[in-house]
């Protein structure tokens, strides 16, 4: 299973209807998606390269692709 899957699940499971679940995942797997960029850094990020991260996952960048550009 894999982590969308996963949350969907636990969120069915805590009691939240699909209109909630559709709102809140896109949200929850952008900050997982932050947090990937952050381990694969391995050192906190700063506050202007995280705020260039939340952008650029919002835009639909993929993870290795917003390191790309950190690492630039």
Known sequence: MDAETLIKAALREAGYGPDAIGSALPRIMRILQAEDVRLEM????????REYVRLQL????????????LRA
Not at 42 to 49: M, N, Q, T
Not at 58 to 66: I, K, Y
């Open 42 to 49: 391995g050192r906190p990020l700063s506050r202007k390269e």
């Open 58 to 69: 919002e835009l639909g960048l993929n993870v290795s692709e917003v390191l790309a550009g």
